[in-house]
Structures are given as structure tokens and as C-alpha cells.
């Protein structure tokens, strides 16, 4: 933390299903000396992805989403329209927008002012901006990280149920008893929430405040990609499900073992990944690291967003 700036942090490890330890270090408001804690809520970034797939598993389990159905199953082409790749007509398939090989772009950063700071009512509505964007590629043959593909699924979820990404996560949240964990809205009061940070300069920077367009921005609506926010011990709680569903010990009215398996399968066997992808490979919504001394696997996520950097490892088989 103090090579890197970092004001705050919290650690959390469960063994067994047993949460071991979970302990803050230095502060979440460092103007006001507001110490963290454990019970600090936090933006997890890309780890929203992953939450979100265990909403899709959901779905799969009760035979309303099929992972090989292409995205018009859901989505109407008036919503979002047909491709052409190389000048041949092309589809693609949930798995394929789930396991970023479905040729969409990043996210609209270049657009920031346009989107991002209108409020959106539910994530469907986030669609449009690049709904008349070319593909990166042909589906299938390539990766590239995608959190508007992401966008595209939590918009699926909305199509498949008729209700809001935000109200059925609220559900999942519940039934996990995950209840420090929601969908980010920036004039929600939320207790234990930090305040966000950066340095001036990624290399040799000074800490200062979150830049100014972190005031601007609404999270509303990017939820299903990185708008997730949550405790250390929430996830400790998601976490240890998704291992015992994995492993056969969980009611099957939360996800079942099959489906966790195909979830956590690779999808990037074969497709040339970024030299950053290491010896990972990519399954939906979850990185998958094999042979991790003493392990046989781990899977894993990453987050970062404004002002927080995230990381959930889950050690399901050793």
C-alpha cells in the first residue's frame, strides 16, 4: 500500500466455507481520518461480470437462456441489428458475447460525455450508442475484452424476465444474503462507502481526490459490465456458493452444479490471446488459470474502476 499510494484496502480469505479472516487497512476517507473496515463497501469493477453470470446460469437452469442461441433469440433486430463481417452476414451466440469472442468493441470510452453522464432507467437503454458499430472481428475466431458485450447480456436478462437488470439482481443479492452488495447509484446514500482516489501521475503521482468526470458519471444502467458495488465479506459469501455449487453441495434453487461447470469451462481453447493473458484462459465471465502450484485451477476476476482495484480468486479444486 505505501509503495503504491494506496489509502485503503480490506482482505477477506475463507477456507472450507469458512470465512478465516477479514480485516481493513488504512482509510476510506482520508480528509475526515475515516478508518476501513470490514465493513467498507467497494466498486468492484469487472467482478460485476462475473455476478452477473451466475444471474445467466439462473436463467439456464430454469430453461429460458440457451448459451448457443444466437443474441436475436432475445433481442429484436430493431433493437439491435444484423452484422456483416468482410461483407458476409454473420451471427452471434450468447457464449460468444459472454466469453468476449463475439467481435464487439471495448466500451465507449472515446464517447464518455455523450453516454455515460445521461442517467439510464435500465441497461438496455446503454445499447444504442454502438448498436451500429462494425465488429473487431469475425465471432468466433478472436478475443477481445468487451464491457459492451457485457452491457448486451445484462440487456438479454432484461428482455428474457421483463423486469430491470437492477431488480432481479436485487433478488439474487437476497437470496445470497449478500446485503452490503448493490447496484451502484451515485445520489444513493450507502453507509460505510469510501471516498475514491487517484494519483496525478500513474508512474510518480501524488494522491489526490477522483477526477471531477467521477461527479459526472451515472453507473446506472452499466451495472452487468463493472457497476457492482460491495463488501469483502459479500463476495467471501459468493464465492463460497459458486465452490459448493461446483462441487454438488447446494440446493439446486441457486445455480446447479452442471451449469457452474459450463460456466467455469474455457471458451478460448485454440484463439490466440494477449501475451497479458498469461497462462489463462477464458470461460464466461471467469478467467481460468490452470495448474497453479498447489493448485489444479483457480478461477479467478480482476476489477478496476475509478478510484478502486479489485480481485476475487476462488480455489475450488486442490
Given amino acids: 500500500m ?29 480528509e475526515n481520518n475515516v478508518s476501513t473496515h470490514k465493513e467498507s ?33 432475445y433481442l429484436s433486430k ?22 468476449h469472442t463475439a ?26 450508442p454502438l448498436r451500429d458499430e462494425p465488429l ?29 437488470y437492477e431488480n432481479e439482481m436485487k433478488k439474487m443479492f437476497t437470496q445470497l444474503n449478500m446485503n452490503s452488495t448493490f447496484a451502484e447509484r451515485r445520489e444513493a446514500i450507502y453507509k460505510h462507502r469510501p471516498q475514491y482516489y487517484q494519483l496525478s501521475n500513474l508512474t510518480s503521482g501524488t494522491l489526490q481526490k477522483s477526477d471531477i468526470i467521477d461527479e459526472l458519471l451515472s453507473y446506472a444502467g452499466w451495472w452487468p459490465a463493472g457497476g457492482i458495488i460491495s463488501t469483502a465479506e459479500d463476495m467471501i459469501k459468493f464465492g463460497n456458493v459458486m465452490i459448493a ?11 446447479s452444479q452442471k451449469t457452474v461447470k459450463e460456466l467455469w469451462r474455457p471458451e478460448t481453447i485454440g484463439i490466440q ?21 498447489p493448485f489444479k485451477e483457480v478461477i ?9 482495484t479489485t480481485m476475487l480468486k476462488l480455489f475450488p479444486v486442490n
Avoid at 9 to 30: K, P, R
Avoid at 140 to 150: D, L, Q
Fill in 2 to 30: 505505501a509503495q503504491n499510494s494506496v489509502p485503503g484496502a480490506v482482505m477477506g480469505f475463507s477456507i472450507n466455507g469458512t470465512n478465516v479472516w477479514t480485516e481493513g487497512f488504512g482509510y476510506t476517507d482520508i
Fill in 41 to 73: 463497501i467497494w466498486r468492484l469493477g469487472s467482478i460485476s461480470k462475473s455476478l452477473t453470470s451466475a444471474l445467466v446460469g439462473q436463467l439456464m437452469d430454469r430453461h429460458f437462456i440457451d448459451l448457443n442461441a444466437e443474441i436475436h433469440k
Fill in 78 to 99: 430493431d433493437f439491435y441489428p444484423f452484422k456483416t463481417f468482410n461483407g458476409s452476414a454473420v451471427n452471434f451466440t450468447v457464449r460468444e458475447v459472454m466469453s
Fill in 103 to 128: 467481435g464487439l468493441h471495448y466500451s465507449l470510452d472515446e464517447d464518455i460525455d455523450k453516454y455515460l453522464i445521461r442517467r439510464a432507467d435500465n441497461v438496455s437503454q446503454t445499447i444504442k
Fill in 136 to 164: 473487431l472481428f469475425k465471432p468466433g475466431t478472436n478475443w477481445e475484452y468487451s464491457n459492451y458485450g457485457f452491457q448486451m447480456v445484462g440487456a438479454i436478462i432484461e428482455s428474457i424476465l421483463n423486469n430491470t
Fill in 245 to 255: 455449487a461446483y462441487k454438488g453441495i447446494l440446493p439446486l434453487d441457486f445455480i
Fill in 273 to 293: 490471446l494477449p501475451k497479458e493473458m498469461g497462462d489463462n484462459d477464458y470461460g464466461k465471465a471467469w478467467f481460468i488459470q490452470r495448474n497453479p502450484s
Fill in 300 to 308: 479467478w476476476h480482476s476489477g478496476g474502476i475509478t478510484g478502486t
